[in-house]
């Protein structure tokens, strides 16, 4: 299955900043997504990240907040805009190999907003 | 759309002893159904799966799960556990068919199992 790196792996930002967080996979992938798991709770889908178009966001998420690349087939990229406390986070990215069912998870990015 | 619950949000038990946790789904639809377990400030890791075929489902550190259509369940079990096997267990589904949905992981809230000495 496909290896997946994130970046940062954690961050401690101020509010009002925004952070990038870049997700690389060793190999190409045709389904890619963000995901947010906040303190105590359960993983959350923000977006499908589609290669070359907008990505496709969740219900309660949008463009502005949290707008995604996918440039190609094996990187894509989550900004967290205009952070605040209620931002702090671990964003998974995950990907989804072509013919297969299992969705592989990265690390996660821990992100800390004060 | 699909849901998933899981009935327990944490289970402690003392090593050697067995363990179940407990998932419940629903959907319109076929779907995958996933055990997924995150150990203390690690990553996701996929636990089980079941896509097709055997309802009956085994990972390679002695947990299985069986996929119980007519209840809606997937119940997670292991006959003894280690202490090692401390971690946030999340049961997870997704559709077969196509459409938005397509791809897409819908999580349980978690059960958090705490294996004691």
């Known amino acids: 299955s496909a290896v997946i790196s994130q970046k940062p792996s954690r961050d401690i930002c101020q509010r009002g900043t925004s952070l990038t967080i870049q997700c690389q996979v060793d190999s190409q992938v045709t389904m890619m997504f963000w995901y947010r798991q906040q303190p105590g709770q359960s993983l959350t889908l923000i977006a499908t990240?589609?290669?070359?178009?907008?990505?496709?966001?969740e219900s309660g998420f949008v463009i502005d907040k949290f707008p995604i690349s996918r440039p190609n087939l094996t990187f894509s990229t989550l900004t967290v805009s205009n952070m605040s406390p209620e931002d702090s986070s671990i964003y998974l990215c995950?990907?989804?190999?072509?013919?297969?069912?299992?969705?592989?998870f990265g690390a996660g990015s821990r992100l800390t907003v004060l | 759309a699909q849901s998933v619950t899981q009935l327990d949000s944490q289970v402690p038990v003392f090593e050697e002893a067995p363990v179940e946790l407990r998932c419940n789904y629903s959907s319109s639809v076929s779907v995958y159904l996933f055990w997924y377990v995150q150990y203390p400030n690690q990553g996701l890791q996929l636990l089980l799966k079941y896509l097709s075929g055997s309802t009956l489902v085994e990972s390679i550190n002695g947990f299985e799960a069986e996929f119980n259509k007519s209840q809606t369940s997937f119940h997670l079990r292991k006959p003894s556990v280690h202490i090692s096997d401390t971690a946030e267990y999340f049961c997870a589904v997704s559709t077969n068919a196509g459409g938005t949905s397509y791809g897409k992981l819908t999580f349980g809230q978690g059960t958090i199992l705490t294996v004691h000495p």
């Open positions: 990240a589609n290669q070359g178009s907008e990505a496709t966001y």
């Open positions: 995950s990907a989804r190999d072509s013919g297969a069912n299992v969705l592989t």
